[in-house]
């Protein structure tokens, strides 16, 4: 049996980048002794903003705190098949927030967005967006399950994370890497994501929930048993110490697993 997982929580959204960014810098410079490329999964919601304001926050120059975005590889945990320009486009979200306000001192990540040809078609869609993995992870037939550097990963307030949704057939697939999902409980409904296996076999993981709208679904997921059954349940249960998560003091209250104020 391996170590739990670790719950950070901190009293400012400055500590929780500050940290976030630490750990993430962290699994890119051990992706980069590797193979020299960091692959990364980010999911949408709240988390690109967070993402954000870590990343590009002032280095002190050190090996230890700089990004080299010019050899990251960003792909997508889930996407809804809508067109780049809708709002509910994760690739438009992080783009806003994250690629567009990178300094133009600093190299652009090579970004996996999905193939919008397809967006009528999910069971297409997923299926193109697999064949980009399959061709950065090498041949299908060589490698099970491809393994993220670091997958950054949200949670809904019902448990949910990637669109891997609570109760949901998807979360007994076990050969797929990019699955389609077309009755998604949250709008819009058509949408691909990464399946369980390949979201719990990242070399490292890390969750973002902030704000006091999380601490029942953090008490649920961390203090209960019906708690490792939701998808951020089975991925804490199935990764392990892989898992890290970065919350704030709000989201963290009432909730009686240990907390740790950081890797600082």
Same mark, same amino acid.
């Given at each position: ?12 959204? #400055?500590?929780?980048?500050?940290? %976030? ?8 410079? !051990?992706?980069? #002794?590797?193979? $020299? *490329? ?16 870590? %990343? ?26 809508? +067109?780049?320009?809708?709002?509910? /486009? ?7 927030? @994250?690629?567009?306000k990178i300094p133009s001192?600093?190299?652009? +990540? ?14 297409? %869609? ?14 299908? $037939? ?5 393994? =993220?550097?670091? @997958? ?21 697939? *076990? ?6 999902? #077309?009755?998604? +409980?949250k709008p819009p409904a058509?949408?691909? *994501?990464?399946? %369980?296996?390949? !979201? *719990? ?5 890390? =969750?973002? !929930?902030?704000?006091? &709208? ?8 961390? $203090?209960?048993? #019906? ?5 951020? &349940? ?12 970065f919350t704030d003091s709000?989201?963290?209250? &009432?909730?009686?697993? +240990? /907390? ?5």
């Amino acid at each position: 049996m391996g170590k739990p997982p670790s719950l950070f929580a901190f009293d400012s959204p #400055e500590d929780l980048a500050k940290n %976030l960014r630490a750990f993430i810098i962290d699994a890119q410079n !051990a992706a980069f #002794e590797r193979h $020299d *490329t960091f692959r990364v999964a980010v999911s949408g919601g709240s988390l690109p903003k967070t993402l954000a304001q870590a %990343l590009l926050m002032k280095s002190n120059g050190s090996k230890q705190d700089t990004v080299e975005f010019s050899k990251w590889e960003i792909f997508y945990a889930d996407e809804r098949a809508v +067109p780049f320009d809708s709002d509910d /486009s994760n690739h438009k979200l992080v783009k806003q927030e @994250l690629l567009d306000k990178i300094p133009s001192e600093m190299s652009q +990540p090579t970004v996996y967005p999905i193939d919008t040809t397809h967006l009528d078609d999910a069971q297409e %869609l997923a299926d193109q967006y697999e064949q980009t993995l399959v061709k950065t992870f090498a041949a299908k $037939d060589s490698v099970k399950i491809p393994t =993220f550097d670091l @997958l950054l990963l949200g949670c809904g307030p019902d448990g949910h994370t990637c669109s891997l949704f609570p109760g949901h057939p998807l979360l007994r697939e *076990t050969t797929g890497w990019v699955l389609p999902i #077309e009755d998604s +409980p949250k709008p819009p409904a058509k949408r691909i *994501t990464l399946s %369980l296996p390949v !979201a *719990t076999s990242g070399h490292k993981i890390g =969750f973002v !929930a902030s704000g006091a &709208g999380k601490k029942d679904i953090l008490k649920k997921i961390f $203090d209960t048993e #019906e708690g490792h059954s939701l998808p951020c &349940g089975l991925i804490n249960d199935m990764a392990q110490d892989k898992v890290s998560w970065f919350t704030d003091s709000a989201a963290v209250e &009432g909730v009686q697993y +240990p /907390s740790r104020r950081g890797l600082l």
